[in-house]
């Protein structure tokens, strides 16, 4: 790497901006009053934002503004007035999850970086090139990644690297958690997340017997917090160009004390000298707060049971006298900018003061020198006066005084020429970062509407079913209703390259359905591998087409000439905004799956012909690269269904995946919509789908009974699914 390695902190509100800049931050990331996955940070208020801007750019330091929640379609219309002040005024980059928001951006304020956040899931060079190509400038990794990875990922595509090192880990991928959600409301996706993977939780079935050992070991779900204070060598020889701090909720002595710390050891590597770290420092790490200690996180491990909590987990503070000393140090300093000046004061000539920051320059005059008829000023007094800088983020640092004799200026004349000239240097170094707004707001497409409905197509929509396991396909391979049929490809026998795969496609086709391969819900670098080594043998078995859940697997497809039609966006892609549906057009990506987190109204306000519902089926509430299995068992590489069981007796159905080493988190009910069923054909979408995870074949003889009810108009609620849920149908989230 030859560019310098960026040390990025958390700004949750002004004072910890100012306290972090402090503490050597190379750039900061903060959010407005809107749109940020911190919802419940302090965060800035619009002038707030301009004037941290300002005081960044004086430092010579960057700002990064966190767009990086998922946007309903009204709040699309107003994201040009909130960021186009931001835009002139030189905001450096947006941080942005939502398909919809990259767009708008991109086609609204084009010299406006765009970074890709970790909500977006990229755990590949697939995904990281795909993002690039659509005009992305950094990739933020998820917290999942060794370094492995990201080396890949650099060398492959050489992209901008972000990645965290310090702070809180989700026991999720982030941006695949719906568990806050479904449970109460609170989405992750819209920087709401009530963090119920804290709370305790008891392992079932068959890992009883080794939880039962370990009956106070009730928090699986907490990881530790990170620290990859040792890995600062090896993660910029990875290719990693930004080290990003967790901790827009936390308070300004932990952010700064975390900052300064990851400085002194950046600054020491990029010095070529010996790099160790202190034991002291390390300390000061844990006692300015941690959750239960440390992990070294996912950089050479894929998972880990000393990476768990387990226990209550707290975030205490070890040592007070480090808060204070840290609040001193960072947060009561001002730390203003040096600047030196030259005051001209000659009789007959107008004041002239010049003042210099860096290469930059400013140069003011102001009232005529008079030539003194009393008591002339002394150089002490004009200095004094001359010296006051107030709440500017400059402080003079050398004023060379040049003047005639016995002359007289008024003081206010004085302070007015200051004054002047602090604006002007202001002015001049800011300006360098301003931007016109050339582009004006578009004029929105007219999107379907209540007043269109009358012209949507109330017809059947296609029905298609995805299964999970072999015996699941049988079953529903001999219903006559299903169109299309997902199979998941981790049900097939990977270890024999798919030997069952091709007379699987051709069962579909003898029963007059399509066949579609469900690809994994994650593709890390392994699970690509695999794929790309073996796709000529999957190809060849003539599915019609492969749902993805991510977009490695979009960009995968695409380079193995996949066409594009044939693709099915799963509801892991998110699209919440008729931005985002036009986004993913723009991708070619025209079969997607209709959001799971928004409710009726909404989606009415979305033109759904394009996009699959879910009608049925127990929804993912968590995809993890831990194991429960693991964490409570050991690991045996054996595949299986267990159970979360909750404080209030709930159970989560859990599916380990071993081949690619990640559990499945179900909710806790199956979402059931049949009872919706004319609603659901008010939103026209092209298709519904039944999916199926733990069901039996009686079970699914059941659903589909109920399927067919709820076409022929008669439902019988009192002989309906005792436990169901309606997601968010009906409630939304906030």
């Not at 972090?20 to 911190?38: E, H, K, P, Q």
Request: hydrophobic share 35%; proline share 3%.
């Amino acid at each position: 790497m030859t560019t310098k390695t960026e040390l990025l902190a958390p700004a949750g509100s002004f004072e910890i901006l100012t306290a972090v800049l402090n503490a050597g931050a190379d750039a900061v990331y903060a959010a407005g009053t809107r749109f940020g996955a911190r919802a419940y940070a302090s965060n800035f208020t619009d002038q707030e934002l301009l004037s941290a801007l300002e005081l960044v750019h004086i430092k010579g330091r960057k700002l990064y503004l966190t767009v990086n929640t998922l946007l309903k379609e009204e709040e699309i219309e107003s994201l040009y007035q909130y960021l186009c002040p931001l835009y002139e005024a030189g905001l450096d980059a947006v941080i942005v999850q939502d398909f919809g928001v990259m767009r708008f951006v991109k086609n609204h304020f084009p010299d406006l970086p765009i970074h890709a956040s970790t909500q977006m899931t990229i755990t590949g060079a697939y995904g990281a090139k795909f993002l690039l190509d659509q005009g992305c400038s950094r990739i933020v990794t998820a917290r999942e990644l060794s370094l492995e990875e990201i080396s890949n990922i650099y060398k492959t595509t050489g992209a901008e690297i972000e990645s965290f090192v310090h702070g809180a880990l989700c026991y999720g991928y982030s941006g695949q958690c719906l568990l806050s959600s479904m449970i109460g409301g609170r989405s992750g996706n819209r920087g709401r997340c009530a963090q119920p993977c804290r709370l305790s939780y008891e392992v079932l079935g068959h890992l009883k017997s080794a939880a039962s050992k370990r009956s106070q070991e009730n928090f699986p779900l907490s990881l530790k917090d990170l620290c990859a204070i040792h890995f600062i060598p090896e993660l910029v020889e990875c290719g990693v160009h930004s080290f990003k701090i967790e901790g827009r909720m936390k308070q300004a002595e932990y952010a700064a004390g975390v900052t300064s710390i990851y400085r002194k050891y950046i600054d020491l590597y990029e010095s070529g000298r010996t790099f160790q770290v202190e034991k002291t420092d390390y300390q000061i790490l844990l006692d300015l707060g941690s959750r239960c200690g440390f992990t070294e996180g996912y950089f050479k491990n894929q998972n880990g049971r000393d990476m768990v909590t387990l226990g209550t987990p707290s975030h205490a503070k070890r040592n007070d006298g480090l808060q204070e000393r840290m609040h001193r140090l960072y947060v009561e300093t001002k730390n203003k900018e040096k600047i030196n000046g030259i005051l001209r004061l000659f009789p007959g000539e107008p004041a002239s003061l010049v003042l210099q920051y860096k290469e930059v320059q400013a140069e003011v005059s102001g009232d005529v020198v008079q030539r003194a008829e009393k008591q002339p000023l002394l150089e002490e007094t004009i200095l004094e006066k001359i010296k006051k800088t107030g709440n500017t983020p400059f402080e003079l640092q050398h004023m060379t005084l040049q003047m005639g004799e016995n002359i007289f200026l008024p003081v206010r004349a004085l302070n007015q020429l200051r004054r002047a000239g602090m604006k002007k240097l202001l002015d001049t170094v800011t300006d360098r970062y301003r931007r016109n707004s050339q582009i004006p707001p578009r004029q929105r497409e007219e999107k379907f509407s209540a007043k269109k409905e009358k012209n949507r197509k109330h017809t059947s929509p296609r029905l298609s079913v995805l299964t999970e396991t072999i015996e699941q396909f049988q079953a529903v391979l001999n219903q006559p209703e299903p169109q299309r049929i997902y199979l998941e490809a981790f049900i097939l026998d990977r270890k024999h390259g798919f030997s069952e795969w091709k007379e699987l496609v051709k069962q579909t086709h003898d029963a007059g359905k399509e066949c579609y391969l469900a690809l994994p819900y994650l593709f890390r670098m392994k699970t690509a591998a695999w794929f790309g080594q073996r796709w000529n043998y999957i190809a060849a078995a003539g599915a019609d087409g492969y749902l993805i859940r991510n977009l490695e697997e979009l960009s995968f497809l695409k380079e193995m000439g996949t066409e594009l039609s044939c693709i099915q966006g799963d509801y892991g892609l998110y699209g919440t905004s008729s931005e985002a549906f036009q986004a993913m057009a723009d991708f070619s990506l025209n079969q997607y799956t209709l959001p799971v987190e928004l409710n009726f109204r909404e989606l009415k306000e979305l033109d759904c012909s394009g996009g699959e519902m879910l009608l049925y089926g127990f929804q993912p509430v968590m995809l993890s690269a831990q194991c429960l299995r693991k964490t409570m068992a050991g690991c045996d590489e054996k595949e299986g269904v267990f159970y979360l069981k909750d404080r209030y007796g709930k159970l989560f159905p859990v599916k380990n995946r071993c081949e690619d080493c990640y559990n499945i988190i179900y909710n806790i009910s199956p979402l059931a919509l049949f009872h919706q069923w004319e609603n659901i054909q008010r939103l026209a979408p092209a298709g519904v789908r039944l999916s199926f995870t733990i069901e039996n074949r009686q079970e699914i003889e059941k659903i589909f009974h109920y399927f067919r009810q709820a076409e022929e108009k008669t439902l019988d609620r009192e002989k309906y699914l005792k436990n169901f849920t309606n997601g968010h149908f009906k409630r939304g989230v906030e």
